[in-house]
């Protein structure tokens, strides 16, 4: 595996669980498109900032377990589970104070150490059962 490439994800999770947005620049492309974020995020590191402190303020506590990474040419997959308490609005439902454990799948294309695209397979059915808004959770 390219180091840079497993490195620059690593590196991304890290900035994720310190809450640090001062190191997007260096890690994310100018034109970098997060195919898994809402309508109308604009894209670039100013896009995943926006996406970071939305996560923030629904689960304040909020952090990425990396779990396993694998690489396919410039492609860098890494399986996790993002785990917080769901405090803050998140899509339209209100803070539930429930803990929540959220299990992803992220791949991110990268060309000279910075992420171009990304896009997630995640289970969002089991978060919002998690945070109380559908039944089973």
Known sequence: MDD???LMVERFWQAF???DLSLLDDLFADDYVNHAS???T???PAGQAQLMQRLWTAFPDARFEIE???QDADTVLCVGTMSGT???ELLGIPGSGKPVAWRQC???TVADGKATTHRAIRDDLGLMRQMGALPGG
């Open 17 to 19: 669980n310190d809450r």
């Open 86 to 88: 769901h405090e803050g």
């Open 68 to 70: 396993h990474l694998a």
């Open 38 to 40: 809402l309508p109308g």
């Open 106 to 108: 992220h791949l991110m």
């Open 4 to 6: 840079v490439n497993r």
């Open 42 to 44: 604009p894209p670039g």
